[in-house]
């Protein structure tokens, strides 16, 4: 029998605290999604005035930090013509996002989530979901 961990409804809220606290100190309006292990969506929250575009990009950029156990941001820099994983961003229907943003979440060196953030430039997004993740580590 395997033992999954796994973000709780919890620990998605103290993620969603930490992201919409940075969002509200740089003054963008973010959409932040948290998801499992396994891409599904444990919790979703748009800011006031976050983009409509935000909030389906928010969510693929956590469905594919969780499910590629990677950042969004590797896939960005390494995603382009000559490389060899160029063309992955049209998997999964096109839900694999490589726009910076989607970082998973770690517990005791297991990752148990994933956040995605979108809403500003990518280095904003990016900038929030590493505040969110220092947050709940802190917590």
Request: glycine share 12%; with cysteine.
């Amino acid at each position: 029998m395997l033992s999954i961990e796994r973000l709780s409804l919890e620990d998605s809220q103290v993620l969603m605290e930490g992201a919409t606290e940075k969002a509200n100190e740089i003054g963008v309006p973010m959409c932040i999604a948290i998801v499992d292990e396994s891409g599904n969506l444990v919790a979703f929250h748009r800011m006031d005035g976050g983009k409509i575009l935000s909030v389906r990009l928010s969510q693929d950029k956590a469905f594919t930090a969780a499910i590629s156990r990677r950042p969004t941001s590797f896939y960005n820099e390494n995603a382009v013509p000559g490389n060899l994983t160029n063309g992955i961003q049209s998997t999964w229907d096109g839900r694999f996002s490589i726009v910076g943003g989607g970082i998973p979440v770690e517990a005791d060196g297991t990752i148990v989530g994933a956040i995605g953030i979108s809403g500003g430039m990518p280095e904003q997004d990016i900038e929030c979901a590493e505040a969110a993740i220092a947050y709940f580590n802190e917590g």
